[in-house]
């Protein structure tokens, strides 16, 4: 007679097949952690312009509202402003700031598209790096808000002098430095009367 068939299934085959996947799957995962962790998957920022900036709504946030246009040569300049647009955030949690807040509702101070950072800010290292450096220094935080939005700061200049600092954040706690921004708000010319 022939080869006799085997009723005993061949875990050689098996195993092989067992240990090609999970390396598959550990591959996927370090690559995927690799990309996460550099620049490549981020969304890029559009530049904010002068124009786009005007157009955004602001409101003040005392007990008489007002609604007015962020335009850096009239109503601004009457504010005297630098000061701090604020998005949906209660005030309790800028009792820090002395000057005027202003509410931007549509959240269009955030650029023409939105920036968000989901699943992929548990996995960057410099996230975890931002909240232990946060956490050690005392900030406890909230939890208002969305928190997948990416932030930013500006620092523009009167009239039509433009944007003088953009910070983008690419990651969660990407702060700002400060020195740059103080750069920034000493190029600011005067608007002339």
Known sequence: MGAEMSSVPDFGLFAMGIWSIGLG???AAVTGIILANTDLLLSKPEKATVEFLEEIELKTLGPEQETFKADLDDSCAERRLPSFPLSNLSLTSWHYFKGEIFLDEKKKFYGPHKRKMLFMGLIRVGVWQNFLRAWKNGFSGNLEGEGVI???VYVMGAGKQGV????REKEFGDKVSLPSVLE???KIKPQAS
């Open 25 to 27: 799957a550990l591959g």
């Open 150 to 152: 990416l932030g930013g």
């Open 164 to 167: 003088l600092l953009e910070h």
């Open 184 to 186: 920034a708000a000493e």
